[in-house]
């Protein structure tokens, strides 16, 4: 535990120091304050950015006082996109991987038409998007699944596809066929690379998710900040970026820590 | 009932078009037997023990195992791998209670079993392990233990103990025969060390580099336990080590043929 601290203290050394030149920098008015604010600025507009907008009245919940702030809705919003658009488009990957991986029929159907659209990029959907769903939440969502979609199809059908083979002959020579073969071997043989599909497919969801507010929604961190733009408030536009970074950060720990519980029979993870 | 727990009746294997990896096998291994497959790599014995296990059927010819012809893999002949073959996401007593769940066994039933097969391989220590935190030996013996489960008659094992070293070799050898011994399966072991097939086997197999036939068909009357630096045990190593070499010399000149080629 001591050098977990230890490792956390010595990581922060070189952010401490970019912070320290950027204080010199903006202190010393070397640059433009409108185009680089002083972390001290962006450190008081994030904490106003944070904290509700009115005093509290009196009225109704503290809780629900306490999170009125501006910074919470829009990372909530945020969040709330990113989790819906990778459930759908996680939850249609899957099914659709593992039947791909399983069934070369089912491959041979489908791998042209995934080829095809694949290299695509979600963000170039946004037009079609706006057409077909209007503004707000359906096209943030939809872009977000889309982006979701491919990296755990893609690492899903690889999983399955690349079963070590000896795994597949113990296990029929113990009997196993059907539906035991597929969910007893092939699916945990497969979940490693699923994984690295689920964790490539949040990253691209939270991507997709702030370009998507930046066009489509009115609210959200990527709406914030493309918001503070018009106004010229470089130091909300930073603060906003940094608050996407923490959040990415946690979504990344998260995923860490789903990895080290699914993976612990897994060679090479030790925690 | 047959005399014989396995036949193999003129089996040839044909890789492509040329690689005659068999060439009319004939064996009739009787019940109880302990029977080693000996040659270089290349000599087809794996390819055998393949087939015997229905992973990779003959070119031509046919096997019964147990009066029924061989068509597909089944627990009736577990297998053990070289590579051990453990399902890396189950825990030690997972991988052993895997066969019983299939085979639908009252859960109660598989618990006794599993307690049982542990204790007998000394395993039950580890019973919560994953694979991962095991070495090699510790491996091998649950994948042993795995077979056993399956309760078959005949045990298939496929150089199990070729990637242990020396002593634990020894000893899992020592644990194997205590087994047969107690339990007096069908056993055939393939193997290329010759001292391991004169330790272990009833009778050994000596295979000739392609195309795969069977070179010498011996039985070991030592008693057990043998002694590996006994006189007899020593003439007999000298005798199958002269026939293994010369197929290896074949093997060697295969490929210097192969490499001028090139």
């Known amino acids: ?271 | 009932m047959s005399a014989a727990h396995i036949e193999v009746k003129g089996v040839s294997k044909v890789f492509g078009t040329s690689v005659v990896a068999l060439q009319d096998i004939n064996l009739d291994i009787p019940r109880g037997q302990f029977v080693c497959l000996l040659g270089p790599s290349g000599c087809g014995k794996s390819t055998l023990l393949n087939a015997i296990a229905g992973f990779s059927p003959p070119t031509s010819g046919s096997i019964i195992a147990d009066g029924k012809a061989v068509a597909d893999p089944g627990p009736e002949r577990g297998m053990v791998f070289q590579e051990y073959a453990l399902f890396p996401w189950m825990t030690v007593a997972d991988n052993v209670a895997f066969g019983l769940e299939i085979k639908g066994m009252p859960k109660a039933d598989i618990a006794a079993t599993v307690d049982r097969l542990l204790k007998t391989l000394s395993l039950q220590d580890f019973r919560h392990r994953f694979p991962k935190d095991l070495s090699g030996g510790m491996r091998q013996r649950v994948a042993i233990a795995r077979v056993l489960a399956l309760d078959s008659p005949i045990m298939l094992m496929d150089e199990p103990f070729g990637a242990l070293d020396a002593l634990t070799r020894r000893d899992l050898q020592d644990e194997l025969l205590r087994i047969w011994n107690e339990q007096k399966k069908t056993i055939i072991f393939v193997t290329h060390s010759i001292e391991e097939a004169i330790y272990l086997a009833d009778r050994i197999v000596v295979m000739t580099y392609r195309p795969g036939t069977v070179k010498r068909d011996i039985l070991v009357d030592l008693p057990r336990l043998r002694d590996p630096s006994a006189p007899e045990f020593n003439a007999l190593k000298r005798e199958l080590g002269q026939m293994v070499m010369e197929e290896q010399q074949r093997h060697h000149n295969d490929e210097l043929r192969a490499a001028a080629v090139d």
Do not use: C
Not at chain 1, 89 to 98: M, R
């Open chain 1, 1 to 271: 535990m001591k050098t977990a601290w230890r490792d956390v203290g010595v990581g922060l050394l070189v952010p401490a120091a970019l912070v320290l030149v950027w204080h010199v920098v903006t202190y010393q008015g070397w640059v433009n304050a409108q185009a680089l604010p002083s972390p001290e600025a962006v450190a008081r507009k994030w904490v106003e950015y944070l904290l509700p907008l009115q005093p509290y009245d009196g009225n109704g919940s503290w809780l629900v006082w306490a999170f009125s702030g501006e910074l919470i809705h829009d990372a909530i919003g945020s969040m709330y996109r990113v989790l819906l658009g990778f459930a759908i488009g996680a939850g249609l990957a899957l099914p659709l991987g593992l039947a791909m991986g399983a069934s070369a029929h089912a491959y041979r159907l489908f791998n042209v038409l995934v080829q095809i659209v694949r290299p695509v990029p979600p963000i170039a959907y946004i037009p079609l998007s706006m057409l077909w769903f209007g503004l707000g939440n359906p096209p943030a969502i939809f872009l977000i699944s889309l982006g979701a979609f491919f990296p755990v199809l893609i690492n899903t059908i690889a999983g399955v596809r690349q079963v070590d083979g000896i795994y597949l002959r113990a296990a029929r020579n113990l009997g196993a066929s059907g539906p035991t073969m597929f969910l007893r071997v092939i699916l945990p043989a497969a979940v490693p690379s699923i994984l690295a599909g689920v964790r490539i497919g949040i990253g691209t969801a939270f991507i997709v998710v702030i370009v998507a507010e930046m066009v489509a929604v009115n609210n959200g961190l990527g709406f914030r900040i493309s918001e503070a733009r018009e106004y010229f408030w470089s130091d909300k536009i930073i603060a906003g970026m940094i608050t996407i970074g923490l959040l990415g950060l946690a979504i990344d720990v998260a995923m860490d820590r789903l990895n080290n519980h699914l993976l612990r029979w897994h060679r090479g993870l030790e925690s």
